[in-house]
């Protein structure tokens, strides 16, 4: 009976949203990570709770609201920190609050009866929807060109802003639309964690890569795998368990990022305690 749970559709587009879900945030997560954007993927998640409470309230889908508002504020924190001279998180704090003010005043604005926000806010991947996967297909295939044909200067830009802008004049340009891309694949996991567990889908993966390489494709690469193997293991746990699908995806990955912490040390306990390894062996 349960056992066959590819019998039923919302099952399968929820996997499918699995494979979408670990491919945007592994390429992205990669990025953020690296460049240390985490605190500005939080401010942006946050901020496109306003984009929410917009859409609800002028009737259309609140996943376009989000993401209107969410690259609106993306780039505004760019624009506050880099010609305002405004501190960047200074410029992110202010819109993190913004977002979330505006979102519960027009949510309260709304006519009728308040909507059930709890799968905005925590993740509801069981009612992801076709355009929702059309959306992440999409968005994946955009986003594999994206880092494939600029893979370089995004290297550069990631680890080095200074050199980059010696190897290209466009530097501004590629932070603008990078920024952009990660508001868009924020809003588009939405459905998968929820607005207040997203972050963690696209930082943890990339953290459990980063414990045994340190190559950025290799990178991008384990975070995928990674964040395929959180999400779809998760999403199993909480069918048969019947639990929320975005606490326990997110719960799946800190476990799978703990454990393998736990590998790292042991593997460099044995290396320093046996220096010479397989190689001094006689067998």
């Known amino acids: 009976m349960e056992a066959n749970i590819f019998q039923y559709g919302f099952i399968v587009k929820g996997l499918l949203g699995v494979v979408f879900a670990s491919i945007t945030a592994g390429l992205i997560g990669a990025y953020i990570v690296s460049k240390r954007l985490v605190f500005l993927s939080g401010g942006i998640t946050h901020a496109s709770f306003g984009g929410i409470g917009i859409g609800y309230f002028v009737g259309i889908n609140p996943i376009v609201g989000a993401a209107v508002f969410a690259i609106f504020s993306a780039l505004g924190i760019e624009y506050l920190s880099g010609k305002q001279k405004i501190r960047e998180d200074s410029a992110i704090g202010i819109l993190w609050a913004f977002g979330m003010a505006t979102g519960i005043i027009f949510i309260y604005l709304t006519p009728g009866y308040s909507p059930n926000l709890m799968s905005y806010l925590f993740g509801s991947i069981l009612t992801v929807t076709n355009a929702d996967i059309v959306a992440l297909g999409i968005m994946s295939v955009i986003l594999i060109l994206y880092f494939s044909v600029f893979y370089r200067t995004i290297l550069y830009i990631s680890f080095d802003e200074v050199f980059a802008r010696t190897y290209s004049s466009y530097v501004d340009i590629f932070k603008y639309i990078t920024t952009s891309l990660i508001a ?100």
């Open 184 to 283: 868009l694949t924020i809003v588009l996991n939405i459905r998968m964690a929820g607005v207040v567990l997203v972050i963690s889908l696209l930082t943890i993966p990339p953290n459990i890569a980063m414990l045994f390489t340190k190559v950025y494709y290799k990178i991008v690469i384990w975070s995928i795998i990674a964040g395929f193997a959180g999400t779809a293991t998760g999403y199993v746990i909480s069918y048969f368990a019947g639990i929320p699908v975005g606490a326990t995806i997110i719960f799946t990955l800190v476990i799978i990022w703990a454990i393998a912490k736990c590998v790292k040390q042991l593997a460099e306990k044995i290396a320093k305690s046996d220096p010479g390894g397989i190689r001094s062996s006689r067998i």
